[in-house]
Each structure stands twice: as C-alpha cells, then as structure tokens.
C-alpha cells in the first residue's frame, strides 16, 4: 500500500484519540501523527484529520467551544478548505459544528441523561469518501457515548442536507431526539464528516463488531487508490 | 467596568433542562409555572474602553452559538 498520512488532533480532555489513532493504523497499516491543541500547525501533506471523542477542555461554556477555538483548529480548517478529508467524531462533531465547519449544533439529549451503548444506524449515503463501503441503506451496529448529541439545525438547513445527500448516518432508533433522526452529516464539499456514533470503537470483533472499520477502510481506499 | 452577557436559547429551540427543571418545580408543589428556559449568565471584568462593537464581536465570536442561541449585554454601573 502506497502512504498514507493521517494525524489525529488531542485536545485537553479528549479521550478516544488513541482509539482513534489505533483504528487508522489498523486499517491503514500505518500510524498517524498525533497532534496537539496548542500546535499552530498540521504535519505536511496530510490524506486525512481526525478529530476524535471526549470531553475537550471539559465542555466548559458548550460542548466543543474551546476547541473550536484552539489554534491547531485554524490550521484543520485551512485544510479542510482545501479539500483534506476530516472526520470528527462525537466530540469531534462537536468540535467541527462550533468551527463552522459544518451546519447546526449538538444540543443537550432531549431525555437529559448521558447515553452510553450499542446503537443501530442507517447507512444514508454511499457515495461519500467515508461511506463507499457500505450498501445504500445498511443497518449497522456502532456505539455511541454522549451527553450532546441532539442535532439541532433550522428548517431550511435540514432541508438542504436532506436534498442534498449529506445525511451520512441515521438512528435507526431513538437515541438523543436528534432532528430527523440525524447521526452523522457531510460538509457541501463531501469532505468533512461529523458523526455522533463511534465507528472506532467497532473495528476489530473483540470490540463486539467491525460495522466502523468499514468507514476507515473507505476512506483509505478512496484516498490511497486517488 | 462590569458586564453581564445573558445568553438564552432561540425560541422554539428545544431545551431539555428547562424540561427538567420545570419538571422539578412542579414536583416540588409549586403550582403556575407555565415554561422554563436554562440560560447563562457570563460576567466579565473589560476596561472602560472596550466598545459595544467589540462586546458584540466577543459574543458572536464564542460566548453564544448563534446557531441555537441569542444574547444580550448589560453593562452595569460601578
């Protein structure tokens, strides 16, 4: 396999970064740089960003608002412009939403309390870098883990994500009373993804399924084949 | 100088802990309590110098998610 060079983004507070970091391995046989908040700048020639679960600088004012602001975030948004694959992941969501690099907000479970467990998606898109892998409409099993999931956007904007197939992932059940049933969005470029659920806590069978690793193995596909 | 930034959620913006507190309220017998909403109240310390536009910048910038949420300033007299 030809390189692949991914970085995975550690803020104060995060707490999936290695899980991250190990699932990019695994799948692309090769380890990504880790990145801290305070670095001004990313690794050159980067295939992939990931941003990764947790409870970044302790949630403190809204969840991912301080990260957002962080000044590694300037540099993932300059390359998220130019095209650098990004994937955040729950917190990471979080994080991308408060950036402005994709629409809306995660608001507080409308059930109140911090869901932790396995939960069935729909594949919605299959066409993204992140989801080739998967069959249009696909039921997968992938944890989620959050107090702050509740998509929440105006009515246009859902609209438009609607219409425009940047619905990645669906609950296939309730889970946090997220707008449409909302798991996981693209960005308009297809190149940022933010997703609630935690496809790197699925990758190998011990962790109880491997529905996430299909997300990894797309992308590097996608990008080693590119 | 002191000013205060409330921030408060959009209306029709769901918002589950006003939910719950009302609930609260409700089950603690206190009866009329027709909605609540959580907000935040943010203080900051500025120099008399810090202008109006530059409060508002702040806000917009990160105190409030103007996705789901509004503010108001109120700078208080020493």
Redesign the interface.
Known sequence: MSEFRSAVVTFPGSNCDRDMAVALEKVSGQAPFRVWHGDAELPERLDFIALPGGFSYGDYLRSGAMAARSPIMRAVAQAATRGVPVLGVCNGFQVLTEAGLLPGALMRNSGIRFVCRDIALTVENTQSLFTSGYEAGQRILVPVAHHDGNYSADDATLDRLEGEGRVAFRYAEPVNGSARGIAGILNDAGNVLGMMPHPERMIEPAQGGTDGRTLFESAVRGLVRA | MKVRVYVSLKPG??D??GR?IHHALEGLGFAGVNDVRAGKLIELDVDDGVTDAALDEMCR???A?M??ENFRIERVAA
């Open positions: 913006v769901l589950p802990q719950a910038k990160l105190l998610n996705v789901v």
